[in-house]
């Protein structure tokens, strides 16, 4: 035999199929000591242990409460699927996590149950019996004299032959590796289409990793406009420190501060993030304290007019009263949003920075483009267009001459970031050339707005 084959009978693989075998004969034994006891009553009040035929109808009908209650047991598929991958060697892949949700995926757990018991049963039994009866057929030759031994089905004499005895003893170990082998190799292979994923629970799992990566993505988005912008606020205003050092000490000062300032919040949402990170919870990121337009936008200019940079903000609230009335979300999106336009217009521009926050009708877009299109009726949407509001977002300036920073594109992390945010909420985000100014427009739909005081 070659060393494949012996190792497919006798490898460390086989071998925990084998033990898997075992586990199933030993989670079969309650419902055979139940059934055995029904039987032996329903026959007369005999002990069913006694009789082989007994004992056959004790285990016959021992599988039906097995599969009864694997119906009855959702946790049974996760149970199963556990000691499958641990010792089947079949790959978590193919297997379904969780409990079972629908009655067909139970019915197969079920019957997984009722073949893994029933066959390990059975194998178990023979792991029991065989062993000893081979071991003394093998030693029978050797044995001073009658060469004979009760084998419990009758004695069994080697007198004609005696080598006899060795060879039947070696054939019943070498049968029982087979079983062991052809039936851990059977369970392994039905395992994935009995414990599979069911499409409900390829859907469930699919949701499952799409929320995941949804919220890694907002953290690793987090992550680049806290730091980013950071970055280019603290270069830009080290450089104008730098170049007013000697003509103004109140500005490097307050250039300084701002410096200073940027770190520290920017240290602070960093140890938010990774630790939640750490913790191996990012689904808590949304409890994760975050800057928003309300509470930190006034901050967020400060700091950039301390690069030297003009800054103009013209807002309009509207009927909010303030930006404080935003829902939370749109406050802290439409923050990072205009944090990571800031961080372009420093680093890339070349002029003043004009800012424009405002609350809108989402009915001008409509009747800009039906004007555009020629269209002179207005299908009676005026009221519904009135009462859907969007927070409107424009920051512009011009780009920077010959021998400035580098030119902008449209491509960068930042503003797929912020197409990104914009997406999530229902906007969109446009940004490119606009006339003689690099302009970032962003809409974001107000929809429950008064829900977020």
Do not use: K
Not at 283 to 302: C, F, I, K, V, W
Not at 432 to 450: K, M
Request: charge should be positive; proline fraction near 7%.
């Amino acid at each position: 035999m070659t060393r494949a084959g012996l190792g497919a009978l006798l490898g460390a693989r086989a071998r925990l199929r084998w033990v898997h075998l075992i586990l199933g004969g030993a989670l079969l034994m309650p419902y055979f000591l139940l059934t055995q006891v029904g039987v032996g009553v329903a026959a007369g009040g005999v002990n069913a242990l006694a009789s082989p035929s007994l004992i056959l109808t004790a285990y016959g009908v021992a599988l039906p409460l097995t599969a009864a209650s694997a119906c009855l047991f959702g946790l049974v598929r996760p149970l199963s699927v556990t000691a499958v991958r641990a010792l089947c060697g079949v790959p978590g892949e193919l297997l379904a996590q969780g409990p079972a949700r629908s009655w067909a995926a139970r019915g197969r757990a079920a019957v997984w149950w009722t073949l893994h018991l029933g066959v390990g049963a059975l194998v178990s039994a023979l792991t029991l019996a065989l062993p000893p009866w081979g071991v003394v057929l093998i030693a029978l030759p050797g044995v001073g004299g009658p060469r004979e031994a009760d084998l419990a089905l009758g004695p069994f004499t080697t007198e004609a032959d005696p080598w006899l005895g060795p060879l039947l003893g070696a054939g019943l170990l070498g049968g029982l590796v087979l079983c062991a082998a052809g039936a851990g190799a059977l369970l392994a292979r039905v395992a994935p289409v009995l414990l599979g994923p069911a499409p409900a629970d390829r859907l469930a799992a699919a949701e499952e990793r799409a929320a995941d990566l949804a919220v890694r993505n907002r953290l690793a988005r987090e992550l680049h406009d806290a730091v980013g912008h950071a970055l280019s606020a603290v270069t830009l205003q080290a450089a104008a420190a730098r170049r007013m050092l000697e003509r103004d000490p109140v500005f490097v000062r307050d250039a300084l501060a701002a410096i200073e300032d940027t770190t520290r919040r920017t240290v602070g949402e960093l140890d938010a993030v990774l630790g939640l990170l750490r913790e191996g919870d990012p689904a808590r990121a949304d409890t994760a304290p975050s800057p928003t337009l309300a509470r930190d936008l006034e901050g967020l200019l400060g700091r950039g007019r301390a690069s030297g940079t003009t800054l103009t903000l013209h807002q309009d609230p509207g009927p909010l009263g303030d930006w404080a009335a935003l829902p939370a979300i749109t406050s802290r999106e439409a923050y990072r949003i205009v944090q990571e336009g800031l961080s372009n217009a420093l680093r890339h521009g070349g002029g003043p920075v004009e800012l424009r926050i405002r609350v809108r009708s989402g009915e001008e877009d409509r009747r800009g483009a039906e004007d555009r299109r020629g269209e002179g009726h207005r299908r009676g949407e005026h009221g519904e267009g009135e009462r859907h509001r969007e927070l409107e977002i424009t920051m512009s300036n011009p780009p920077a001459g010959p021998g400035g920073p580098e030119p902008r594109t449209t491509g960068g992390r930042g503003l797929r970031g912020c197409a990104e945010r914009a997406a999530l909420l229902g906007g969109r985000v446009e940004a490119g050339p606009y006339g003689d100014h690099w302009r970032l427009r962003a809409v974001l739909p107000l929809a429950g707005a008064g829900a977020g005081r």
